[in-house]
């Protein structure tokens, strides 16, 4: 079978303090650390044996991984396994990128968010262009926030052209609803902010979540995403694989990007391709803006 696992294990933590998150006014003591990464080791040794399958990894950490070592090798270690046929990470892309050449780049993607209030531009854009020489797939995205949007348009101009720049839109904390000024000023720079400032229609809807795409933490509890907190089982239980079934979306919507594009009837999975985990649209779709608000 073909499977993909966002694991999001017990770290917590963040090297920045952004204040609209909550996770860069956390410290973790050595031994959460310790665990952590004892967590991430047995994961990875249960990625190692499904040689049956062909596996994609997507780590989406409550916080900044990348900034320890063991995410990096761990990185580092999937991508040179057969079986393995995507390993991605979100990160604010603040680490150093010298790991990254024990890498198979052609199987790694990078979801980078870049954070106005603490890097520079330049040293972000430096990062950046860092990924392109080794040849690693990435995106690059700005939250929302309208105090964003002029930091936003300098790093579109700043980019590659090739490089997509993904607007996360702000559903909740915003001083102001977004007028259609703002959508349209976030559009230009994103074609595809329509589909991600919306809440989609998701309750009884087929998802790829719980069949073939699935949310592990560091017990090795899967649920079907994120967003769900029912757990269908454990990935170390002898008779997990029973558990990987359709099954119908249980929320009434769902607005966060890493769950509606398994969703089957939005059909993102033919916009993003192969790119869908680091959040890098099929060419061309994105440039002709292609897909339209659902």
């Known amino acids: ?28 003591t050595d031994e959460e650390l310790a665990k952590d990464r004892a967590d991430l ?52 892309l603040s680490c150093r990128l010298d790991w990254v050449k024990d890498c198979r780049a052609e199987k790694l993607g990078i979801w980078a968010t870049y954070h106005p209030e603490w890097t520079k531009r ?19 995205g700005v939250v929302g926030f309208l ?6 348009q300098t790093l579109r101009r700043e980019l590659p052209a090739e490089t997509y720049l993904w607007i996360n839109a702000v559903k909740d904390g915003q001083e102001e ?14 074609p595809l902010f ?22 592990v933490d560091g017990e090795g509890t899967a649920r079907r995403c994120h967003f769900i907190d029912e757990a269908i089982g454990n990935i170390y239980a002898p008779d ?6 359709p099954r119908p979306c249980s929320k009434a919507t769902c607005g966060c990007h890493i769950g509606y594009v398994h969703m089957d009837y939005l ?3 033919r916009v993003f391709g192969s790119g869908i985990l680091e959040r890098v649209p099929a060419e061309p779709l994105w440039r002709r803006g292609a897909v339209a608000a659902r």
């Open 1 to 28: 079978m073909k499977l993909t696992v966002l694991y999001r294990g017990p770290l917590s933590s963040c090297n920045y303090g952004c204040e609209y998150c909550p996770f860069g006014k956390w410290k973790h």
């Open 122 to 140: 330049p040293r972000f854009l430096k990062q950046c262009e860092t990924l392109v020489s080794l040849g690693v797939r990435h995106s690059v």
């Open 240 to 245: 997990f694989d029973q558990a990987l079934r």
């Open 177 to 190: 609803p977004y007028t259609p000024e703002d959508v349209a000023r976030f559009t230009q720079l994103d």
């Open 41 to 92: 080791e047995r994961f990875i040794a249960w990625v190692e044996a499904r040689t049956q399958d062909t596996v994609s990894v997507f780590f989406t950490p409550w916080g900044e991984a990348l900034i320890w070592p063991w995410y990096q090798q761990a990185l580092a270690r999937l991508t040179h396994l057969p079986h393995v046929e995507r390993v991605a990470a979100q990160t604010n």
């Open 267 to 269: 059909e993102l999975d």
């Open 194 to 215: 329509p589909v991600n400032n919306v809440r989609h229609p998701s309750l009884g809807k087929a998802c790829r979540g719980g069949e073939s795409v699935i949310s």
């Open 147 to 152: 105090r964003f949007v002029e930091e936003a």
